[in-house]
């Protein structure tokens, strides 16, 4: 196979030389970790450039998850979606609560609000919804719900960086909101990850939380964890927030390629923009009606692999479908047939900034027949 990779995703990169000098500013000082003063700077700037109130630096993605629930005291039950990346789940099962599965609506694969409503029990006492691919959640008719029953809304916003709608941030939904900084994503330090909340009284005790819970030089208030962000990935995420506009704006002239090649196509289908949502254009889906396409999902994912192009099935398979979970009622694939029907038809295309013009007609060839 001599025909060059396409990857499905490439990480932004900070320019070597800038970050060489900021670099030496750490060798310098000596201060590389423990809250210095690029980790400042960095938060400072991310709750600007996201028009939110506060916002936690995590060491990654799962953290702020894990941490939300802990500083909200959430117990019991937990609705969430099964259409999503593990660690959402994962981090519900860390904390000692059930996750509950609903539904998703098809044209944005995110949770149903009246699937939510329809599981409550007296032992409910939060929601996680996703922002899938980053299209927002119907977040109106969750706290509505959320409001009615006296419940938490924690928002897992990993696909959703610098997300809008008509204008605000759609970080500032529910009661806190948590990102990824991974490498994979629209914007990353590496690992890395943030948690959004509303109040500064809420920004101190995750602090704590995410710092063994020490409170000052020998006073522990919580038994938190270890989940600081040193100043060499706090550096690395200040040079590419400077970039990350032009990036996003690369991925969407990308979209604009792909729909407007694959629109004829039978059998091919994809999410267009929202009315009013400002997008990121972290993912490209698109879904495989196998009896019009006359190709499976999976037959024209190996087709791609084979000449070299990574596609991947994200989400697939589905949450509820791992050993952990797949006991559980709300499991059953009779309870979930949209979220089954979207994880066995969808194959995510390469989609980054780094996409050549020359790429993206190699990936449409081997789906255009």
């Not at 629930?69 to 789940?89: D, K, M, R």
């Not at 040193?230 to 792909?258: C, F, P, S, T, W």
């Amino acid at each position: 196979m001599n025909e060059k990779q396409i990857t499905v995703t490439s990480p932004l990169l900070p320019d070597l030389e800038e970050f060489n000098a900021l670099l030496k500013e750490i060798w310098d000082s000596k201060w590389v970790t423990n809250n210095g003063s690029f980790h400042k700077q960095l938060e400072r700037e991310l709750a600007e450039y996201l028009k939110v109130p506060y916002i936690s630096l995590f060491t990654n993605g799962t953290l702020p998850i894990l941490t939300a629930l802990q500083a909200l005291h959430i117990t019991g039950e937990v609705i969430t979606t099964p259409y999503s990346f593990v660690a959402t789940t994962h981090s519900i099962w860390w904390n000692g609560c059930k996750p509950v599965f609903v539904d998703i609506n098809p044209a944005t694969g995110n949770i149903d609000p009246d699937a939510i409503e329809a599981a409550i029990t007296n032992k409910t006492t939060a929601i996680m919804p996703v922002h899938v691919y980053g299209k927002p959640c119907d977040t109106k008719r969750i706290q509505e719900i959320a409001d009615k029953y006296g419940l938490k809304v924690i928002y897992d916003a990993a696909h959703a960086f610098g997300v809008e709608v008509d204008g605000d941030s759609i970080l500032n939904a529910g009661d806190m909101s948590t990102l990824s900084f991974h490498a994979t994503k629209v914007y990353n330090t590496l690992e890395g990850g943030a948690l959004v909340m509303h109040d500064e009284a809420t920004k101190k005790r995750v602090d704590y939380l995410k710092n063994f819970g020490f409170a000052g030089e020998t006073e522990v208030v919580a038994p938190g964890i270890n989940s600081k962000v040193d100043e060499v990935r706090a550096a690395y995420g200040i040079l590419n927030l400077r970039q990350v506009d032009a990036a996003i704006e690369a991925r969407h002239q990308v979209a604009i390629k792909y729909r407007e090649a694959l629109r004829p196509v039978e059998g091919i289908t994809f999410m267009d923009d929202m009315p009013g949502v400002k997008h990121n254009y972290s993912y490209f889906p698109l879904f495989v009606d196998a009896e019009k396409y006359g190709m499976t999902r999976d037959e024209l994912y190996e087709k791609m692999k084979a000449h070299n192009v990574l596609g991947r099935r994200y989400f697939y398979p589905l949450i509820s479908t791992f050993t952990t979970y797949k006991g559980y009622e709300s499991a059953n694939p009779k309870n979930l047939p949209k979220a089954h029907q979207m994880a066995d038809s969808v194959i995510c295309l390469p989609m980054h900034h780094e996409l050549s013009a020359e790429d993206i007609d190699r990936v449409l060839e081997l789906i255009i027949k």
